[in-house]
């Protein structure tokens, strides 16, 4: 490995998550379709050593792959088929947008999103296995390292794309995603993180008739745009390619730390929408409703789309984050019929003293 | 609109504290950069706008309220041109209240009248004095209440209430000038108090406009017109006054060349409203006799205008003296006028009613137009058939100066038994039984006129009739020689005296204003020989002057009764001053004619008792003589026909009643506003303005603010619990 993409990768990966990679492979439940051997198994028979099928002989197979035994059963040339092994395709979708930036020290976002990224593809590229991946950032894409490669020095420009740079804007995710999908190699494993909390904002500018009216309409035309998103990842999957969701959400995010009449301004981070102001209160009540109801709606998504959806708080340990996420990848873990799973990691220490509820007050509206 | 308290406007200033109470109080917020902003948003937009509207309502809502309090804390106020003045230290203060009937006047709109309006200009007054101030109450109508000032107002404002509410004010020619001194002797108490008298009228001439800037002891006077709508009203212009109508005046002649039982009934109906020839008015005036409707007649009288009214009335069948009454009337019911009391006006009638004036020619010639008599002969049967003069109601007996002393000697005093009016026309000064004959009849109610000339003798004159004359003569001079006179121009008259009975309902200057007197009598000023001057010269000296003596009347006029002294008898006023003398002297002559009195005026009759007053209403009152033996009747408050019953009650062979009218004074019923003045503010006195005060809506908004101010703050409360907002 270069050096300098180890101190970058160092900066990125912590060595507990590190050490805690020795000896893991990334295994994929389904077989993958490499160009090269691989120790991933393949969709396709090679030269493996589990038996796959026998099929008669035609002109031209290698004579020495003629099962004899076979051949005395069936009483006609048969050919023996292994089982192929090839490598896998990691492509990461890394939102780079301002909300990545929320957090600071341990928990920031952006941390653990950049380590989740770096530990999958340190994992694959040391079994062998090719990584690309592509940003998405301040409005622009970035799909220079999309192709997948086996090279070391891809980490290192993984982790100068993480670690540097300050994180603004918006990540453009239908662009990024539809960008990305005819680059992508047969059956690669597609790893999109964000928070996923407001992947298709309104853009400034874009749409001045959605920016102008706000309220209802806008909302509408915001759900209707994540419908295509969704819809694209998705597509992703009938292709036959893993996608993997991996929400990185800081408590914060999951249940805001607002209490009381205290005054707020509520800034978008991306730069899309107007500031709001409110008391703590209502705007907690309103949020936890708003956000409860999103990620449902994700989960269902994700469960009806075949989308490994692997939520992961900002604050728990990497290193559960990442088990859990390889244990998914490879089958081990129990998860539903259609394959796809939802589960978010726990935080660190011990829940904190579940907060007063609050008494409920009647909705005044539809969240 | 002034402001009491201009200084606490500077209050204004703290307009901008809740401005910067909304700045500052505006928390400033914590601000997140939140990645689940979108979950925020969506309906606290709408919000958000109702929020800023809010707020901003809110500040408008804060600011007004404070400039409303401010406002009402600098106590404005009314300040019209006709706000009422009062004394700025306190002070005892006198209302002088207008009793008089030109208060009866009602507005058109709401129906109160003048009198009653009143109660809200005194209770201004009150309202506006310096604390320490004491009211007292006074009216020109001596039967208004009368009350000494009193720390606590609501004596006199009390007091005045009652009056108002207890009826319209009683006719009687009360005018303020006359209650003047009644009104500075209502604190009599020299404490060292400043006292000024609020005179409460309107501008008319016997209100306002009648009184001075001082009193005689030099009490301050401070005019208060008193206006329908207002506590105060203005004391200039007549916009929004009520036009009324009247009638001016009635009288009788007999009207023998229609019919021996004739009479003609002349009245004046007079529009008191500002002159508009365009804006007239129909009326209708009925002629009730004895109660019954006689004769009516429609006319149409111009605003301002006066229109004089003749109706010819024969009493074929009816004796004696006849009660009559003239009225206006509208559809057969009586008029509905702001001022209704003048709208009717009675008479006695008497079919055979004349008055014998006897004229001693001092002077004849052959030439009429050079005769002493002829002018005056002519003018006193000016209406009669020149065919037959003795058809008017005056009867004209000439006499020659020795006439009428060979008739005097020959029967003494009876030979002027017949006469009602003697005129003395230049007659040399009669011989001492002639002389004493006259006072004799004169004592007994005759009139006498004595007109002077060339051949009068001051000192004869004195000596013989002395007793009888207004004023002694002193000597005949040319008018250039008049005392104070420099130049030999002729003497110029006067004015009229129009508040002389005699000539009491005449207008303007009775036509006599260009008139001059080359030669003119002078007379002995005597301030103890009772007299009244009816007319004088430019230079002050008297030209007619009249006396009561005994029962009779005595007039002289200081220049001739023809054109060698002057020219008056060529002037258009020289016939009704005529006949207005003529028949003044000639009313307590007549026995069984009709005496016409204005309300208040004292009726008096030198004839023995026992006389028994019968009033329109039917009250009796039973008259007792004086100790020089003459009846007097003061009580003439009542309107109508009077009859004074001679002899006991019942008594057979009774002599035939004495019968008088009491009629309102036409000067009262001159409503229209005269401009007035207000008097200037003398010495250190400091007049503070009294004030309408305005600031108490204020208040009232300023609550109803505080009160939307509260709800909305609640409101906007609950709202930022429950909302969101966008920034």
Not at chain 2, 213 to 225: K, S, Y
Not at chain 2, 317 to 332: F, K, M, N, S, W
Not at chain 2, 385 to 412: F, K, V, Y
Request: net charge neutral; proline share 8%.
């Amino acid at each position: 490995m270069h050096s300098d993409s180890g101190n970058a990768l160092a900066a990125v990966l912590p060595p507990a998550l590190r050490d805690l990679l020795r000896g893991r492979a990334l295994t994929l439940e389904r077989p993958v379709w490499g160009q090269r051997a691989g120790r991933h198994l393949s969709a396709r028979a090679g030269l493996g050593h589990l038996f796959r099928a026998h099929r008669p002989y035609v002109a031209g197979d290698d004579p020495r792959l003629l099962d004899w035994r076979a051949m005395a059963r069936r009483d006609r040339p048969m050919l023996r088929q292994t089982e192929g092994e090839d490598e896998l395709s990691l492509c990461a979708l890394v939102d780079l947008s301002g909300t990545m930036a929320y957090g600071e020290g341990e928990t920031s976002k952006r941390r653990t999103a950049a380590a989740m990224v770096a530990a999958l593809a340190h994992l694959a590229l040391r079994q062998g296995d090719r990584f690309g991946f592509a940003t998405g950032g301040d409005g622009a894409l970035g799909l220079a390292h999309l192709r997948p490669s086996a090279s070391a020095s891809r980490l290192g420009a993984l982790a100068a794309a993480l670690s540097e740079g300050e994180l603004r804007g918006l990540c453009p995710w239908r662009e990024l995603v539809s960008g990305a999908a005819p680059r992508l190699p047969r059956r690669a494993l597609v790893v999109a993180v964000s928070d996923f909390l407001d992947p298709c904002p309104p853009t400034r500018g874009a749409a001045p008739e959605v920016e102008a009216t706000a309220g209802p309409r806008a909302e509408l035309a915001n759900v209707s745009a994540e419908e295509e998103l969704w819809g694209a990842f998705a597509g992703l999957r009938a292709r036959g390619h893993d996608v993997v969701l991996l929400q990185v959400l800081h408590p914060d995010e999951i249940d805001p730390p607002w209490r009381g009449d205290e005054f707020l301004r509520i800034l978008d981070p991306k730069g899309s929408r107007s500031s709001i102001k409110g008391t703590a209160n209502a705007l907690k009540r309103r949020y936890q409703a708003r956000f409860a109801a999103h990620q449902r709606a994700l989960t269902r998504h994700c469960e009806a789309t075949g989308i490994h959806l692997l939520r992961v708080r900002s604050d728990a340990p990497l290193e559960e984050a990442l088990l859990d996420l390889l244990a998914r990848l490879s089958g081990l873990t129990p998860s539903s019929s259609t394959g796809s799973s939802a589960a978010t990691t726990q935080p660190k220490k011990t829940p904190k003293k579940t907060p007063k509820k609050t008494p409920k007050r009647p909705r005044r509206g539809p969240p | 609109m002034s402001l009491l308290a201009p200084l606490l406007l500077i209050g204004l200033i703290g307009l901008g504290l809740p401005l910067i109470a909304h700045l500052r109080g505006h928390r400033e917020p914590r601000t997140i950069r939140f990645a689940g902003h979108r979950f925020l948003a969506a309906e606290g937009e709408v919000l958000s706008q109702r929020r800023h509207l809010r707020d901003r309502l809110l500040l408008a809502l804060r600011v007004l309220l404070l400039a409303l309090l401010v406002l009402a804390l600098s106590r404005p106020a009314s300040r019209h041109e006709a706000a009422l003045a009062v004394l700025g230290e306190p002070h005892d203060a006198i209302l002088l209240v207008d009793g008089s009937r030109s208060m009866e006047l009602r507005s058109e709109a709401s129906g109160q009248s003048l009198f009653a309006a009143t109660r809200g200009a005194a209770a201004a007054i009150a309202e506006a004095l310096p604390p320490g101030s004491r009211l007292g109450l006074i009216g020109s109508d001596p039967a208004l209440p009368r009350l000494d000032p009193s720390a606590d107002p609501r004596a006199a404002l009390g007091a005045l209430q009652a009056r108002v509410d207890a009826g319209p004010p009683r006719p009687g020619s009360w005018r303020l000038r006359d209650r003047l001194a009644a009104a500075s002797a209502l604190s009599q108490a020299d404490d060292g108090r400043t006292k000024v008298i609020y005179a409460l009228s309107d501008r008319t001439s016997g209100g306002l406009a009648s009184l001075p800037n001082t009193t005689a002891d030099g009490l301050a006077i401070l005019p208060i017109a008193v206006a329908f709508d207002a506590a105060t009203g203005a004391l200039e212009g007549t916009r929004g006054h009520p036009a009324h109508l009247g009638i001016a005046s009635a009288s009788w002649e007999p009207a023998p060349e229609i019919d021996p039982r004739a009479m003609r009934i002349r009245a004046e109906l007079r529009s008191y409203a500002a002159a508009d020839e365009d804006h007239r008015r129909p009326v209708s005036v009925a002629l009730r006799v004895s109660g019954e409707l006689v004769a009516q007649v429609e006319l149409e009288v111009a605003d301002g205008a006066t229109v004089p009214l003749e109706i010819t009335y024969s009493a074929a069948d009816q004796r004696g003296p006849l009660a009559a009454t003239l009225e206006l009337v509208a559809d057969g019911e009586p008029l509905v006028d702001p001022l209704p009391s003048d709208d009717r006006r009675h008479l006695w009638l008497a079919a055979d009613e004349r008055l014998t004036v006897t004229l001693v020619n001092g002077e004849p010639s052959e030439r009429r137009s050079h005769d002493e008599v002829f002018f005056l002969a002519t003018a006193l049967a000016h209406r009669a058939d020149e065919t037959e003069p003795s058809a008017g109601r005056i009867a004209l007996r000439n006499l020659a100066p020795d006439q009428l002393e060979a008739q005097i000697r020959a029967r003494g005093a009876e030979a002027l038994a017949e006469t009602d009016v003697l005129v003395l026309a230049n007659t040399a000064a009669p011989a001492e039984n002639v002389a004493a004959a006259i006072r004799e009849r004169v004592d007994a109610g005759m009139g006498l006129w004595l007109t002077v000339g060339e051949r009068i003798d001051a000192e004869a004159y004195n000596r013989r009739l002395g007793e009888l004359l207004p004023l002694l003569l002193r000597e005949a001079v040319l008018a250039g020689t008049a005392p104070g006179r420099s130049t030999a121009a002729g003497e110029g008259f006067a004015p009229a005296n129009l508040d002389h009975p005699a000539l009491r309902g005449e207008r303007d200057d009775l036509g006599l204003l260009g008139a001059r007197a080359r030669r003119i009598f002078l007379l002995e000023p005597d301030p103890d020989r009772p007299h009244e001057v009816a007319l004088t010269y430019q230079s002050g000296a008297p030209t007619l002057l009249t006396r009561d003596y005994g029962r009779g009347r005595v007039a002289l006029l200081t220049t001739s009764v023809d054109r060698d002294w002057s020219d008056m008898p060529l002037r258009p006023g020289f016939v009704p001053l005529a006949l207005r003398t003529v028949s003044y002297l000639g009313d307590r002559a007549s026995q069984s004619g009709a005496h016409n009195l204005l309300v208040g005026e004292v009726w008096s009759t030198g004839l023995p008792g026992p006389l028994t007053v019968v009033t329109p209403s039917g009250r009796r009152i039973a008259l007792r003589p004086d100790d020089d033996g003459v009846h007097r009747l003061t009580d003439t408050y009542e309107l109508g026909h009077y009859r004074v019953e001679r002899g006991p009650p019942g008594a057979p062979g009774a002599p035939s009643p004495l019968l008088f009218t009491v009629n309102v004074d036409p000067a009262e019923s001159e409503t229209l506003p005269l401009d007035i003045k207000a008097p200037p503010i003398a010495g250190d006195r400091v007049f503070a303005a009294a004030h309408i005060p305005r600031w108490r809506p204020l208040f009232g908004l300023a609550a109803l603010a505080l009160l939307v101010e509260s709800l909305l703050r609640a409101r906007s409360r609950r709202r930022r619990r429950d909302g969101l907002v966008d920034g």
